[in-house]
């Protein structure tokens, strides 16, 4: 005679057991701990770019003084451009002109990291051959082969709000 074959299996609930809910929540915890420093960094220099894009007008002022006048406007009224606290948006406090230097003072809205801090854009010229269109030195960046940048450098901005193009020898 045949007997019907029993299933000796354990009965087993589905779903997951809370050790394995909890290893699961562990590891998107640290997924998300290593994503955040990456999307500050990117925020930081978001709010640096925005800055450089919102002084255009500025640079356009310097280039034209120095076009005219062969020589670099000392500050905001000798480019033609209003006071240093009336140039301003979501993140930048003031803008101010030096011996050409643009100087961007971040601010108002822009995170705690760079409010208050500095990026300086410095126009460099050939010395002696004013026809020679002007190019931008942004922060810490080399000054291009035969150019001369004009103004100081006050970039205190800290390094990792600095793009990549206002960097320096090695990043600095």
């Given at each position: 005679?045949?007997?019907?074959?029993?299933?000796?299996?354990l009965?087993?609930?589905?779903?997951?057991?809370?050790?394995?809910?909890?290893?699961?929540?562990?590891?998107?915890?640290?997924?998300?701990?290593?994503?955040?420093?990456?999307?500050?960094?990117?925020?930081?220099?978001?709010?640096?770019?925005?800055?450089?894009?919102?002084?255009?007008?500025?640079?356009?002022?310097?280039?034209?003084?120095?076009?005219?006048?062969?020589?670099?406007?000392?500050?905001n009224?000798?480019?033609?451009?209003?006071?240093?606290?009336?140039?301003?948006?979501?993140?930048?406090?003031?803008?101010?002109?030096?011996?050409g230097?643009?100087?961007?003072?971040?601010?108002?809205?822009?995170?705690?990291?760079i409010?208050?801090?500095?990026?300086?854009?410095?126009?460099?010229?050939?010395?002696?051959?004013?026809q020679?269109?002007?190019?931008?030195?942004?922060?810490?960046?080399?000054?291009?082969?035969?150019?001369?940048?004009?103004?100081?450098?006050?970039?205190?901005?800290?390094?990792?709000?600095?793009?990549?193009d206002?960097?320096?020898?090695?990043?600095?």
């Open positions: 005679m045949n007997h019907p074959q029993h299933s000796c299996s009965y087993r609930p589905q779903g997951f057991t809370m050790i394995e809910m909890m290893m699961v929540v562990a590891v998107v915890a640290v997924l998300a701990l290593m994503a955040l420093p990456s999307y500050q960094d990117r925020m930081l220099r978001t709010q640096v770019k925005e800055g450089q894009a919102m002084v255009e007008f500025v640079k356009q002022a310097v280039a034209v003084h120095y076009a005219l006048k062969k020589t670099m406007p000392t500050d009224a000798a480019a033609g451009l209003p006071p240093e606290d009336r140039i301003v948006s979501t993140n930048v406090a003031k803008v101010t002109v030096a011996g230097a643009v100087n961007i003072v971040y601010g108002n809205k822009a995170n705690k990291a409010a208050g801090k500095i990026l300086t854009l410095r126009p460099a010229i050939v010395p002696d051959f004013p020679v269109p002007i190019a931008w030195v942004c922060g810490k960046a080399k000054v291009p082969d035969k150019m001369t940048a004009q103004g100081t450098n006050a970039t205190n901005i800290p390094a990792i709000a600095t793009p990549l206002c960097m320096g020898p090695a990043g600095s």
